[in-house]
């Protein structure tokens, strides 16, 4: 056991940052056990969320759960527990509140005690024929998946940053790899979103801080409930197992099911003047 107590995060008052600490979070495991990770979820209500805090759940890791329903998150907390995490803390907020961010998220790393990874996969599909004549519907899409994610990230970063350690794993989507008639909304809010981690990763890596894209295909979840083909989409758990296998890696961009890598180049390669035609 270190002696070192763990040290607190406090807000800079002005600018909402986050302030270093002036001593390292202690390491809590005896000599040669493995050390819990502990892990922030952002929206962890979600289907693929859920899936992947089993996993880490079984192996004991300490969790965070915030998400907007108490009723859901009260259940996945108890679960979690049940399962073996070391630690569940538990937050309910609407993450579309930006100015509640940097408060949720000091509260969040102080009740972990530190943080190694923050998984963030809040997101709406949203109502693609509503968004395209109704701009708040289309702005609700945007703020959500896109605005929302760059203000915790942007808290994240820096606390990462910091302290030279940390993991930031976020759930975009292959909707956000091309612009198509059926859901460019829901894919330019993705596409944003991919393009801001890419920027996130190439300034913090060299940090010390993996940033992870993560891209999945249609996954059997809430949110594809009642989609035409749903049975041929991927199954949550498969999905869950490649996630929180490359966030265990580092693995800079996880295209999951690995086919939509293939998929995804083919569509990106197929000429503007062909795909205005195409009904994708
Ligand atoms: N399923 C797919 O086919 C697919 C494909 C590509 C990418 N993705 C992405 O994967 C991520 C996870 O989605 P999923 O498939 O697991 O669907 P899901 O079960 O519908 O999960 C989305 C989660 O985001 C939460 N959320 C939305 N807005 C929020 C807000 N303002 N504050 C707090 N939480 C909020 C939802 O909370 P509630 O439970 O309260 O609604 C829900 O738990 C999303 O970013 C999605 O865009 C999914």
Not at 56 to 69: C, H, I, Q, T
Not at 161 to 179: E, I, K, P, Y
Request: glycine share 8%; aromatic share 4%.
């Amino acid at each position: 056991m270190s002696d070192t107590q763990p040290t607190r995060v406090v807000i800079d008052q002005s600018t909402q940052e986050p302030l270093l600490p002036l001593r390292a979070p202690a390491e809590t495991a005896p000599a040669g056990a493995r050390i819990p990770k502990r892990i922030l979820v952002l929206g962890a209500t979600s289907g693929i969320a859920e899936a992947c805090c089993r996993l880490w759940a079984e192996r004991g890791d300490s969790l965070f759960l915030v998400a907007r329903s108490p009723d859901k998150l009260a259940a996945v907390a108890a679960d979690m527990t049940t399962r073996g995490a070391s630690f569940v803390g538990s937050v309910v907020a609407n993450l579309d509140d930006t100015a509640a961010h940097p408060e949720l998220l000091a509260h969040a790393v102080n009740s972990l005690a530190g943080l190694d990874i923050a998984f963030l996969p809040l997101g709406i599909l949203g109502d693609q024929a509503l968004a395209e004549r109704s701009f708040p519907h289309a702005e609700e899409i945007l703020h959500t998946n896109f605005v929302a994610p760059v203000s915790l990230l942007t808290w994240l970063a820096t606390y990462c940053a910091q302290r030279h350690a940390g993991t930031l794993a976020v759930v975009s989507s292959v909707a956000g790899d091309r612009g198509r008639k059926s859901n460019y909304v829901y894919g330019s809010s993705k596409a944003g979103l991919t393009a801001f981690v890419a920027g996130l990763r190439n300034r913090i890596d060299r940090e010390g801080v993996r940033v992870i894209t993560i891209k999945p295909g249609p996954v059997k979840t809430a949110m594809t409930e009642g989609m035409k083909g749903r049975e041929k989409m991927a199954d949550v758990e498969a999905v869950a197992a490649a996630i929180v296998k490359a966030i265990d890696a580092g693995q800079d961009t996880l295209y999951v099911p690995g086919i939509w890598r293939i998929i995804m180049a083919v569509i990106r390669a197929i000429p503007e003047s062909l795909f205005k035609k195409l009904d994708l």
